[in-house]
């Protein structure tokens, strides 16, 4: 259920943390080794695809390495990557991915944040929006929704607002247009092409919202 103290929405990139991790630990075997890194270019192809919700604590669910069992343990692990090869956007999502399910989202926003201008795009604005609202201030996250509004973003990914900003909504009190949020988002994938977890992440996060009002 909605809980009743602010808490952020889990997010996981539909990439393998394992291999991102192993690309970490690459990155570091090869600067101990004296090898040169290569700047990334002007608009790298992206490394965290559409992120997707998880309700639950960051040790459920399936995951690969530590995130899952021991995230704690994991984000010590990149943030050695981090130090080493800050400038390769496989770390810095490695890093943000372990900041966030370690709580520590202070870490995830700078993060992030980083990984948005390396990429040139949008598709991080739902987890920024998030990380906002964890850290107590969802005025933030409704900024960024308002931003992302007129930003190009994918059907799941604009799900994945809508989540974030009905969760802001509520956070400030303001429930009833939660719930609106919500049920004009569900009418308008009716009429798109959005995958079946996207659709079924939304009505639980709708339910959820129905249940913190007594419905």
């Known amino acids: 259920l909605w809980p009743s103290e602010p808490r952020p929405r889990r997010f996981r990139a ?3 943390f394992g291999l991102r991790l192993s690309v970490c630990v690459l990155a570091i075997v090869a600067i101990g080794c ?3 890194t290569i700047a990334p270019p002007a608009a790298p192809a992206k490394v ?4 997707t919700v998880r309700l639950g604590p960051p040790s459920t669910g399936s995951g690969s390495l530590l995130i899952d069992t021991d995230p704690d343990a994991a984000y010590a692990q990149v943030k050695v990557a981090r130090r080493l090869a800050a400038r390769l956007p496989v770390v810095r999502a490695a890093v943000a991915e372990t900041a966030y399910a370690a709580g520590d989202y202070h870490a995830a926003l700078t993060d992030y944040r980083a ?3 390396m ?3 949008d598709e991080y604005l739902p987890v920024l929006a998030d990380c906002e609202r964890a850290l107590g201030r969802p005025e933030e996250a409704l900024r960024i929704a308002k931003e992302a509004a007129s930003a190009d973003l994918d059907p799941a990914s604009a799900i994945e607002m809508v989540m974030v900003e009905a969760g802001a909504r509520a956070d400030l009190g303001q429930r009833a247009e939660a719930l609106r949020l919500l049920e004009r988002k569900i009418r308008d994938t009716q009429r798109l092409r959005v995958n079946h977890t996207s659709r079924a992440r939304l009505r639980y996060a709708y339910a959820d919202q129905l249940a913190a009002q007594g419905e």
């Open 115 to 117: 990984l948005r201008r």
């Open 119 to 121: 990429s040139g795009g």
């Open 14 to 16: 539909m990439t393998t």
């Open 48 to 51: 965290l695809p559409i992120p």
């Open 34 to 36: 004296g090898v040169k």
